[in-house]
Nanobody, 124 residues
Framework: QVRLVESGGGSIQAGGSLRLSCQASGYIASLFYLGWFRQVPGKDREGVAAIYTTAGQTFYADSVKGRFTISQDNAGNTLYLQMNSLTPEDTAMYYC?????????????????WGQGTQVTVSS
């Protein structure tokens, strides 16, 4: 079993930056994808960014490319999402996710493990 705990959300003005963290614990070996998703009420969960751990490859949604950076600590048990140049459209609940499956990184159904979420609110 894998436990994921997010932190770092909050309220911020447009143009600002936040860094989200996700602490992973439990049996974290062979987790192929570690990712961040976000969701607003009434909409599907959206893939924001992910790391394919085997190759160290990163993926981003077009809406956040150039503004967000996903990274992992050397021990591999903490995932980060650095978010810069935030806009009100980035307001959402952000979730950390992990999977031992392989497939399209942005499909939420690929992921087996989810955190409880951390709220990000960006005001104009």
């Amino acid at each position: 079993q894998v436990r994921l705990v997010e932190s770092g959300g909050g309220s911020i003005q447009a143009g600002g930056s936040l860094r989200l963290s996700c602490q992973a614990s439990g049996y974290i070996a062979s987790l192929f994808y570690l990712g961040w998703f976000r969701q607003v009420p009434g909409k599907d969960r959206e893939g924001v960014a992910a790391i394919y751990t085997t190759a160290g490859q990163t993926f981003y949604a077009d809406s956040v490319k150039g503004r967000f950076t996903i990274s992992q600590d050397n021990a591999g048990n903490t995932l980060y999402l650095q978010m810069n140049s935030l806009t009100p459209e980035d307001t959402a609940m952000y979730y950390c996710a992990a999977t031992r499956g392989v497939g399209l990184w942005s499909k939420s159904s690929l992921y087996n493990y989810w955190g409880q979420g951390t709220q990000v609110t960006v005001s104009s």
